[in-house]
């Protein structure tokens, strides 16, 4: 069935630093991918969204970029601060079914 | 412009018995997502309805089932309560299914515990 991996489920990066979080997905006939963070006790928020006619997509300090050939899509985070600490999800949708997928999510420190 | 809002924030049962959880989604979405979160997880998408009808459902068991209604708001229902079901419960919505916009809002959840 439909799968999204993601990676890593921990990071810890240093204020300043740059953070990647990487998702792979199964099913190569989804089309969008969004990326959400959640704060602790919080309702999920997107950040960035992506689709798959496009293959890099950025806003401000916050880009992420689609392989399609390798059904993998990946956020990159600039310039991390102590607010981006939190959950980031990933996840794709299935063309037609409406079904999105969700990784297991990252959790990012950004240690001041 | 009023968010995804959900009802009850918290609700406590014990197992077997049923639970109701409501979502009510942005003004002018017609489609309405149900995923369940539970401690260390990530999201498990549950039901997708639009338009009133049920579209889709994840790999969970018929107790699970919910409904949409005229107003688009939505209703999930669990019955026969396991101590598994032990969530976070988010609703989230979009424009219909048809319109080309994919971006879903998220509603604040309902935390459910089953003693």
């Known amino acids: 069935g439909e799968n999204v991996e993601q990676h890593p489920s921990t990071l810890s990066v240093q204020e300043g630093d740059s953070a990647v979080i990487k998702c792979t997905y199964s099913?190569?006939?989804?089309?969008?991918f969004p990326w959400y963070k959640q704060e602790l006790g919080k309702r999920p928020q997107l950040i960035i969204d992506i689709r798959s006619n496009v293959g890099e997509k950025k806003d401000q300090r916050i880009a992420v970029t689609l392989n399609k050939t390798a059904k993998h899509f990946s956020l990159h985070i600039t310039e991390t601060q102590p607010e981006d600490s939190a959950v980031y999800f990933c996840a794709a949708k299935g063309s037609g079914t409406y079904k999105y997928i969700f990784g297991t999510g990252t959790r990012l420190k950004v240690l001041a | 412009e009023a968010g995804v809002t959900q009802s009850p924030t918290h609700l406590i049962k014990t197992r077997g018995q049923q639970a109701t959880l409501r979502c009510s989604p942005i003004s002018g979405h017609t489609s309405v997502y149900w995923y369940q979160q539970a401690l260390g997880l990530g999201l498990q998408f549950l039901l997708w309805y639009d338009e009133g009808e049920e579209r889709n459902r994840g790999n969970f068991p018929p107790r699970f089932s919910g409904r949409q209604f005229p107003n688009y708001s939505s209703e999930l229902n669990v019955n026969a309560l396991e101590l598994e079901d032990s969530a976070l419960y988010l609703c989230?919505?979009?424009?219909?299914?048809?319109?080309?916009?994919?971006?879903?809002?998220f509603g604040p959840g309902t935390r459910l515990t089953v003693l």
């Open positions: 099913d190569s006939a989804s089309n969008y």
């Open positions: 989230a919505s979009s424009l219909f299914s048809g319109s080309g916009s994919d971006t879903q809002y």
